[in-house]
Nanobody
Framework: VQLQASGGGLVQAGGSLRLSCAAS????????MSWVRQSPGKEREFVAA????????DYVDSVKGRFTISRDYAKNTVYLQMNSLKPEDTAVYYC?????????????????WGQGTLVTVSS
């Protein structure tokens, strides 16, 4: 099983980035997918999730209206489009897979984790 996250980088406040997470080694279409972030000195925080069918999404309040999660079944990839970025969005962003199919914010439920990609937002 592999979850390969990419797309992080340095961006100015107000800018945009799109994160990608390529999945392999499991049945991508049967899993809910999530993005989780961790800022220095803080615990991992749920950011967004999308159900196995793509019909349901969930976002933490702090990113609603700015971030969009989506998935491409042909490419076995989940995306996180991040707009209007703020310095407080600075973190390592991880993708995760949950065989439970529906979205959950409970990080302990996630079965597989990627290695993370660093997003730095300068003020």
């Amino acid at each position: 099983v592999q979850l390969q996250a990419s797309g992080g980088g340095l961006v100015q406040a107000g800018g945009s980035l799109r994160l990608s997470c390529a999945a392999s080694g499991f049945t991508f279409s049967s899993y809910a997918m999530s993005w989780v972030r961790q800022s220095p000195g803080k615990e991992r925080e749920f950011v967004a999730a999308i159900s196995w069918s793509g019909s349901m999404t969930d976002y933490v309040d702090s990113v609603k209206g700015r971030f969009t999660i989506s998935r491409d079944y042909a490419k076995n990839t989940v995306y996180l489009q991040m707009n209007s970025l703020k310095p407080e969005d600075t973190a390592v962003y991880y993708c995760a897979a949950d065989r439970g199919r529906w979205t959950t914010r409970a990080l302990y439920e996630y079965d597989y984790w990627g290695q993370g990609t660093l997003v730095t937002v300068s003020s």
